[in-house]
């Protein structure tokens, strides 16, 4: 059995082996962002017989939650729900955090390793992970790594900064760099909402002077002999002496 302080990943697919030796579904998708700032998503899916060998699915998912708190309490920042599809009942994840140290403990329970390097101005993260023990038994094992850019990998790389193991044995291998949050079509969003902005802002700018010029203009009286603008309380035109009416 894993430690006590694992994961609930690793706790539950123990729990399942042991109990009746089938698999489960299990899914991870970790996004790495700029200064070692991290997003994980995991989907676990528990076969329908195995619900009832938990024994009280109440107590079972207080314990669940006893762990998500200490989690927190080192930082991390989770959501976690649970759903039945069938007769499978799935339970997903969403965690955010900092420190790569973290995450390992988290998603990995401290069997990962990780080597930030700096080349050419950008962070490379070296990834090394052994698959062991009671994931080797699982029905679907799927691990996706999100980067800026994948530099070399063991594993298939789906796109230029994502690669993806599916019921991998052995030991997983990535280098990829960082990813920034804001990527090229949020930058260009926002580009195109600050030239909105601000052509507005000079639309709105030229119509209240248009109006102003024209409040003016409607404010101003003109000589009747010589055709020079005067104040409409003018009685004499100060430029050629013509008495208004």
Excluded at 101 to 117: C, G, K, R, T
Aim: glycine fraction near 10%; aromatic fraction near 10%; charged fraction near 20%.
């Amino acid at each position: 059995m894993p430690k006590q302080s694992s994961l609930f990943l690793y706790f539950l697919i123990a729990v399942m082996f042991v109990l009746v030796g089938c698999g489960a579904d299990i899914d991870r998708r970790i996004t790495f962002y700029r200064d070692e700032a991290w997003k994980a998503e995991m989907e676990i899916g528990v076969p329908g017989e195995l619900v009832a060998m938990l024994g009280s699915l109440e107590s079972f998912e207080a314990d669940l939650a006893r762990q998500v708190a200490g989690w927190e309490a080192k930082g991390a920042d989770v959501s976690w729900h649970s759903s039945r599809k069938d007769t499978t009942l799935i339970y997903t994840f969403n965690i955010e955090g900092t420190g790569l140290a973290l995450l390992d403990e988290i998603v990995f329970d401290n069997d990962a390793s990780f080597n930030v390097q700096e080349v050419d101005g950008r962070r490379h993260i070296s990834f090394t992970y052994l698959v062991t023990g009671d994931l080797l038994q699982a029905n679907n094992n799927t691990l996706t790594l999100h980067g800026g850019d994948i530099i070399s990998s063991n594993g298939n790389e789906l796109d230029s900064g994502t690669v993806q193991w599916v019921n991998a044995r052995g030991q997983l291998q990535a280098v990829l760099t960082e990813k920034s949050r804001f990527g090229a079509s949020t930058f260009l969003i926002g580009l195109i909402l600050v030239a909105g902005g601000g052509g507005a802002g000079w639309y709105f700018w030229q119509q209240r002077n248009q109006v102003q010029a024209k409040e003016q203009l409607a404010q101003t009286a003109f000589c009747a002999n010589c055709g020079m603008p005067l104040t409409a309380q003018a009685k004499f035109c100060p430029h050629c002496g013509h008495q208004q009416s």
